[in-house]
């Protein structure tokens, strides 16, 4: 994840509303959160879609749009916990291409359920 940021790159991360952020990552500490997802997490799936981007020369703001599915051990069993996420991104043209230079993400909500087992067991 951190060869998708510029080397200095900045992750900020917001839960809903806050004006504050929740979590902030440069550089290197970006891959902590790859680290902390598989910690807490036995899976994981990310949607993501609806990409636009505002290009001029060798700088781009984009908007972007993700639905995560995060599957989680709990004492009656598994969950899964659901966030719909938006990212503003700042990004630059490297000689290596197209770099995060900072990407804010919005975590917009959480819904938690039990997970149900596909196919069911016989």
Not at 31 to 51: I, K, N, P
Not at 61 to 76: E, K, N, S
Not at 78 to 96: E, F, H, K, M
């Amino acid at each position: 994840m951190v060869s998708h940021f510029v080397p200095d790159g900045r992750l900020v991360v917001f839960e809903g509303a806050a004006k504050e952020p929740s979590f902030s990552y440069v550089g290197e500490e970006i891959a902590g959160v790859v680290a902390d997802m598989e910690r807490f997490y036995v899976s994981t799936f990310h949607l993501v879609a609806s990409h636009v981007a505002d290009v001029g020369g060798d700088r781009a703001r984009c908007r972007t749009y993700c639905i995560a599915y995060h599957l989680r051990d709990d004492p009656r069993g598994q969950s899964v916990i659901t966030t719909p996420a938006s990212y503003r991104d700042t990004c630059v043209l490297t000689p290596g291409g197209w770099r995060f230079e900072e990407r804010l993400c919005t975590l917009l909500w959480r819904e938690r359920r039990l997970a149900v087992d596909w196919p069911p067991s016989s």
